[in-house]
């Protein structure tokens, strides 16, 4: 079973907006999204993203513009802990599990999924490959994710890296509705459909 959803965030950090076009295959996430921002500048981006299982990144593919130029960033994992940029090596990102893109509340996902931290108590700490927008500079970033207990439409998550914390509302799908200080959900759909088994031969 193939479960798709359709996000929209106002990103109040960024003041612009955020959609995501989101599919999870069993504990494996494909999602392309587009973004547009005026803080730091005025910018916009596409990207993809590529999970393997347990949702652990395989590939960010990222596209910015500014005033500036354009430019873009191929962030790739290998599966044991090496990441490269471009086909360089990132040895100050090896042994994350996940990337961050910076503005971006589905990149939160995949960690809150990986140990089920909007489902039950827990406290994790994760060093991730984090991309600034919109110059896509990629450096380590440790973060801590801790389960504060559920809410009416799924649970609240402690975020913090550095000197900074939220507490973030997840769904029940471990996508993010309200992440104070940098966005909020401003609509959603979702819907279902059954494994095509032509489709995996293809991959």
Known sequence: MVTSHVLTWEVTASQGYETSWIEFRGSALQARGRAVGTRPDVYWISYDLDTGEDFVTRELHVRAATAHGSHEL???????????????HLPEVDGALDCDLGLCPLTNTMPVLRHGLHRTPGERTFLTAWVSVPDLSVRAS???YTHL????????VRFASGDFRSNVEF?????VIDYPGLA????ASAGARPRDPRHDEAE
Do not use: F, N, V
Request: glycine share 20%; aromatic share 2%; charged share 30%.
């Open 74 to 88: 191929r962030l790739l994992h290998d599966g044991s802990g090496r990441w490269t940029a471009g086909g360089k």
């Open 142 to 144: 440790r973060q801590t």
């Open 149 to 156: 207990g559920r809410s009416e439409t799924g649970a609240l």
């Open 171 to 175: 769904d029940a799908e471990g996508l």
């Open 184 to 187: 909020h959900r401003m609509s």
